[in-house]
């Protein structure tokens, strides 16, 4: 066998030095120095005889043939861990970590947990809020539900649900302004959420027959729909979200919908996990049980 494989600790700082870009980076994420990246990269130049990176500003960039050689890593690497995977495949029970954005967890999951524990009590279930795309593949977190349109990646892909978006508010709002007739708006903040163009208010507005100018609108721009869902609930404006979200938010009586109008397909959340997981069983047991409840909402 090629004496190459010897060296397997100085390809794996090839490969992670080439994803990053950056020697330090792939120091951090292999945990040694960057100075032992530095010189394991330089044996294995030595070996090959042929330069694979250099240095650009502060990144280090690779070569043609470092960029070759790094694919080729890449795909061997995660073929051993597939292959170990495979022969080492969790058993259903045990911990499930799932990250999702703020609204879905607020209005959708945490209300309906105890469902997924009355079926599966063998898989406690640990959920943080993030609204970052993780590394699925080499983190400790199993499946991630997003909000957006996703480009295809190499991750399991499932579309949960496309929606409309929906005039919502909290009730505290219709103690202060009236919002009998959507002429009305123009007394309350409009929470504009940097919706996808043509899937805001704008967009609502004109749905509703209205052509209200800018400068008698009260603005309130924020980043994404968690923020937004935050400033409703303390009785500050009404912004547009998600009717399946919050149809139990509306039968509690914790959100209003004032105005039927509403905007198709300008919301989609999505179930996202890495296919080759040892937790393979019990993450696509919660996919299961999760598809089921959005079906129900």
Not at 21 to 38: H, I, K, P, W
Not at 195 to 212: C, F, K, P, Q, V
Not at 266 to 287: K, M, Q
Request: aromatic letters at 6%.
């Amino acid at each position: 066998m090629s004496r190459i494989l010897s060296h397997l600790g100085a390809l794996r700082c090839v490969e992670a030095a080439a994803r990053h870009q950056s020697y330090t980076r792939a120091a951090g994420e292999l945990s040694v120095s960057q100075a032992a990246v530095s010189q394991q990269i330089r044996q294995v130049e030595d070996l090959l005889g042929v330069k694979l990176f250099l240095r650009r500003g502060r990144n280090m960039v690779p070569t043609a043939k470092g960029k070759e050689l790094a694919a080729q890593l890449g795909a061997g690497f995660q073929a051993i861990v597939d292959g170990v995977n495979r022969i080492q495949t969790e058993p259903l029970a045990g911990t499930l970590n799932i990250t999702t954005t703020q609204s879905m967890a607020t209005m959708l999951l945490m209300p309906n947990l105890w469902k997924f524990h009355q079926r599966h009590p063998e898989i406690p279930l640990r959920v943080t809020v993030s609204a970052e795309l993780e590394d699925l593949r080499h983190s400790d977190i199993d499946i991630a539900i997003r909000f957006g349109f996703l480009e295809p990646s190499e991750l399991h892909q499932k579309i949960l649900f496309e929606d409309a978006r929906v005039p919502l508010c909290s009730p505290q709002l219709l103690e202060h302004v009236d919002l009998s007739s959507p002429e009305n708006l123009r007394d309350c903040w409009l929470v504009d959420a940097d919706y996808r163009t043509g899937y805001g208010w704008r967009a609502w507005l004109e749905r509703a027959g209205l052509d209200i100018p800018d400068d008698e609108i009260k603005w309130l721009q924020v980043s994404n729909m968690d923020v937004a869902l935050s400033v409703v609930m303390s009785g500050h404006g009404i912004f547009l979200g998600s009717p399946t979200l919050s149809k139990q938010s509306v039968r509690a009586g914790t959100l209003v919908q004032p105005f039927p109008q509403h905007i198709e397909g300008g919301t989609r959340y999505n179930l996202l996990y890495d296919g080759a997981s040892p937790r393979v069983e019990r993450i696509r047991a919660f996919e299961s049980w999760l598809l089921e409840l959005v079906r129900e909402t």
